[in-house]
Antibody, heavy 116, light 111 residues
Framework: QGQLQESGPGLVKPSQNLSLTCTVS??????????WSWIRQPAGKGLEWIGR???????NYNPSLKSRVTISLDTSKNQFSLKLQSATAADTAVYYC????????WGKGITVIVSS | QSVLTQPPSASGTPGQRVTISCSGS????????VYWFQQFPGAAPKLLIY???QRPSGVPARFSGSRSATSASLAISGLRSEDEADYYC????????????FGTGTKVTVL
């Protein structure tokens, strides 16, 4: 299992898309059967699972976010990505990527603020 | 939005045993495995328990998990100062489409 690093804009304007990338630094993202997940945590609050993608491309999403979320793989860059459409202030949070069916490997997280 | 309910806080003195409860339903804890995560301030969560009671390599044996019907619990025996952290239970929920749900979280304080 490799190291994970989130990247993307730290500030997003309301109504714009929130897009983040997680780079896998060890091992191919598709060389093994595995799950790649996104989780977020608003400041001072609990964890919220956003969704995950399997190495085959199959996805599962949180029903509360499903209409706005897309998780995808970029095998050429060994990355997986999160796109959250029509962001609002309620989407302000620390966003984590994680690896494994058990989510036993996590990135350090990236803070995203949705504000004009 | 969480469907897994935990007490907001728990505390104990060094050496004591502390137990954290996690209450769910038949669509999550009642039908699938329970996971526990530990999170220190400013850090990413860490998997502590999986498949109800199993510990990943490196997790001390004083952390133990159990599940009964639609509830689960995490016990910390021989509480240590470095155990002061937030703890979250989690499970898969199949009430709509399969999705992963975290508990509300419990802050453990070592007195």
């Amino acid at each position: 299992q490799g190291q994970l690093q989130e990247s993307g804009p730290g500030l997003v304007k309301p109504s714009q898309n929130l897009s983040l990338t997680c780079t896998v630094s060890s091992g191919s993202i598709t060389s093994r059967s595995d799950y790649w997940s996104w989780i977020r945590q608003p400041a001072g609050k609990g964890l919220e699972w956003i969704g995950r993608i399997y190495s085959s491309g199959r996805t599962n999403y949180n029903p509360s976010l499903k209409s706005r979320v897309t998780i995808s793989l970029d095998t050429s860059k060994n990355q997986f990505s999160l796109k959250l459409q029509s962001a609002t202030a309620a989407d302000t949070a620390v966003y984590y990527c994680a690896n494994g069916s058990l989510m036993d490997v996590w990135g350090k997280g990236i803070t995203v603020i949705v504000s004009s | 939005q969480s469907v897994l309910t935990q007490p907001p806080s728990a505390s104990g003195t060094p050496g004591q045993r502390v137990t954290i409860s996690c209450s769910g339903s038949s669509s999550n804890i009642g039908s699938d495995f329970v996971y526990w995560f530990q999170q220190f301030p400013g850090a990413a969560p860490k998997l502590l328990i999986y498949n109800n009671y199993q510990r990943p390599s490196g997790v001390p044996a004083r952390f133990s998990g159990s599940r009964s019907a639609t509830s689960a619990s995490l016990a910390i025996s021989g509480l240590r100062s470095e155990d002061e952290a937030d703890y979250y239970c989690a499970a898969w929920d199949d009430s709509l489409s399969a999705f992963f749900v975290f508990g509300t979280g419990t802050k453990v304080t070592v007195l």
